[in-house]
């Protein structure tokens, strides 16, 4: 089936690392969307990517989107405590839904 | 303000009896989701609905029974078929399909003892 892989699982950084998050997939991607879940809280969405090697920046996120439109990243600079949560890439096939990653989950040390 | 209302936050049911949660929002989206999330396996579609009186199943639809008979609402009834019916149930919707950002309801935890 069309599956996305996400990694790494779990990421612990000290405040005022960079961190990133990685989504890939065998098939080509129609578009790739990006949502964050505080913990005990639910998925909102952060931004869709659409274009082949398209760069969007939000503060200090990054989302890239491949050339080959099979893989996605999150990249933040310089975390803080509020960044902490579960990142999940969410890919759309060329069909009506969207497959999400398993997600990565976030912990900032102080 | 608009969103999406999920009832009640937690639900405890008794092994062998359906459940139905409730999702409802007023954001005026035609497409409404319902995903299922375990610990470390994200979230898993279950059905979804495009349109009013339509409806698709989803990647874990066994079950499960959906109906939508009013754009605002897409109720969700677990139903003593579904083997692990323990997990936390996201509703979402969307104004345009795949090709807009899902806004997520706040989620209800259901546990069967």
């Known amino acids: 089936g069309q599956q996305v892989m996400q990694i790494p699982q779990y990421q612990h950084v000290q405040e005022g690392e960079d961190f990133t998050t990685y989504c890939n997939s065998s098939?080509?991607?129609?578009?790739i969307q990006w949502y964050k879940q505080r913990p005990g809280g639910h998925p909102v969405f952060l931004i869709q990517?659409?274009?082949?090697?398209e760069v969007k920046k939000q503060k200090r996120l990054t989302f890239q989107f491949g050339e080959a439109k099979k893989n996605s990243s999150l990249h933040i600079t310089a975390t803080q405590t509020t960044d902490v949560g579960t990142y999940f890439c969410?890919?759309?096939?060329?069909?009506?839904?969207?497959?999400f990653g398993t997600g990565t989950r976030l912990t900032i040390i102080p | 303000d608009g969103g999406i209302t999920q009832s009640p936050k937690y639900l405890f049911r008794k092994e062998g009896q359906n459940v139905t949660l409730s999702c409802e929002q007023n954001?005026?989206?035609?497409?409404m989701y319902w995903y299922r999330q375990d610990p470390g396996q994200g979230l898993r579609l279950i059905y979804y609905?495009?349109?009013?009186?339509?409806?698709q199943k989803g990647d874990i639809a066994e079950g499960y029974s959906v109906s939508r008979e009013k754009k605002e609402s897409f109720p969700l009834t677990v139903t003593s078929a579904q083997k692990n019916p323990t997990a936390f149930y996201l509703c979402?919707?969307?104004?345009?399909?795949?090709?807009?950002?899902?806004?997520f309801g706040s989620g209800t935890r259901l546990t069967v003892v």
């Open positions: 979402a919707s969307s104004n345009s399909g795949v090709w807009y950002g899902y806004t």
């Open positions: 098939t080509t991607l129609s578009n």
């Open positions: 990517l659409v274009k082949s090697g």
């Open positions: 969410a890919a759309n096939f060329g069909n009506e839904k969207l497959t």
């Open positions: 954001l005026n989206h035609d497409a």
């Open positions: 609905s495009q349109i009013v009186n339509d409806f």
